[in-house]
């Protein structure tokens, strides 16, 4: 193996163990703003998430989106290459955070069986299937080319990865249904505060720290590497932030997730736009999520935990669509996107997560249930499915 080989490989691996870290961040997050009841079932949804995506990804997703199969005899294996099992490790992190995704949105009430069986269906069938359409050549992707000029450019996931996994949520969230006294019979919200501010601002700080992987890694080689996607992340980040800080009236929890909305909305078009593009793009992301989270839990009363389809599903949208936006010349950006092929190919991942999230959810529904009962709810999801609390001395009782 030569040096340049061997650097890209280090490259790459160094950015799938940058986007590992992110399931912490997601895991954080979640028992941050989780009651604390339920902060165990936070983090065992989230690792043990990981690893069912593991082995779904491993025989059967990595398949339908690259056609490259693993099922093969050792030598065979090896002949596969190190650069192409170290990208399956990269793009396994991307397909991973789909359940930890959804886990936030359906946190409290979800049972936890149905929600792994859930997480290998989504990873090994719905999710690779539009990972192929976006970041494979194919006649859906020559077909935009040849009708607007350009394919439909999802530079690191604002769609693949956000819009799939916010998207498909949303399906979880309403088949559910919202989390008990929730809302009352006569329509008044019934505050449900975040139990730890500092646990979910850490899970913010460990998102945002790998979604540099998440984006500059995307490069895959070294030598493609792109300061341009740095500074876009950290521009959108920020706009983000403010975006949020602005609208919410300082709300910590709003603020920091205000930052992940800003860099899931420039994701798709980070290697494209000029920094100023970014951080609007990332401003106009917080102030959007902080306005369709509210509106979604005051008005429209769909309970989303975490407010994961306005983070990811409609934060990752806006980013598609903007990356055909600011992506434009006239706008600074580097050119060769069209703003059609991005409403298109956003409009086309909205559907097949929406389709996929009710087909799956809807069948573990009826078939067994996905929803904890009332009384396991109201005891919490940690003793209800894992027999112990976050702080087991505090159950102790003093002598």
Not at 354 to 378: C, D, N, P, W
């Amino acid at each position: 193996m030569d040096f340049k080989t061997g650097s890209d490989i280090f490259f790459l691996l160094m950015g799938a163990a940058m986007v590992l870290a992110m399931h912490a961040g997601f895991a954080f997050l979640e028992v941050g703003t989780v009651r604390k009841k339920n902060q165990v079932n936070a983090l065992m949804k989230i690792i043990s998430g990981f690893s069912i995506s593991t082995v779904a990804y491993f025989f059967i997703g990595y398949f339908v989106a690259y056609g490259t199969l693993f099922l093969v005899s050792a030598p065979e294996l090896k002949k596969i290459g190190t650069v192409e099992l170290v990208r399956f490790f990269f793009l396994l992190t991307f397909a991973a955070a789909i359940p930890a995704i959804i886990s936030g949105g359906i946190a409290e009430r979800a049972r936890f069986v149905p929600q792994l069986l859930a997480s290998a269906l989504l990873v090994a069938l719905i999710y690779p299937a539009f990972e192929r359409i976006v970041w494979t050549e194919n006649i859906i992707q020559e077909t935009l080319q040849s009708s607007f000029g350009a394919t439909f450019h999802d530079y690191a996931g604002s769609v693949v990865v956000n819009v799939m996994g916010g998207w498909i949520a949303l399906t979880a969230v309403l088949l559910l249904g919202p989390r008990m006294g929730r809302y009352t019979r006569d329509g008044k919200v019934i505050a449900m505060p975040p139990s730890n501010i500092p646990f979910l601002a850490l899970g913010s700080w460990f998102l945002v720290v790998g979604w540099f992987g998440f984006n500059v890694m995307s490069a895959k080689t070294l030598g493609e590497i792109s300061g341009l996607v740095a500074i876009n992340v950290v521009m959108a980040m920020a706009g983000g932030v403010l975006g949020a800080l602005i609208v919410s009236r300082s709300d910590p929890g709003f603020v920091h997730r205000g930052a992940l909305a800003g860099i899931v909305a420039i994701s798709a078009g980070s290697d494209v736009v000029h920094p100023v593009g970014g951080l609007a793009i990332g401003l106009i992301a917080g102030v959007l999520f902080v306005v369709t989270f509210t509106l979604c839990q005051n008005r429209w009363k769909i309970d989303d935990v975490l407010g994961v389809w306005p983070l990811h599903g409609l934060a990752g949208a806006w980013g598609g669509i903007a990356a055909g936006i600011f992506g434009q010349k006239a706008l600074g950006g580097l050119g060769g996107v069209s703003f059609w092929s991005q409403v298109i190919g956003t409009a086309m991942g909205i559907a097949i997560a929406l389709i996929g999230g009710f087909v799956v959810y809807g069948t573990l529904k009826a078939a067994m249930g996905i929803r904890l009962s009332k009384e396991q709810e109201h005891m919490g999801a940690d003793l209800a499915m894992h027999k112990i609390t976050a702080n087991p001395e505090e159950d102790i009782p003093e002598h």
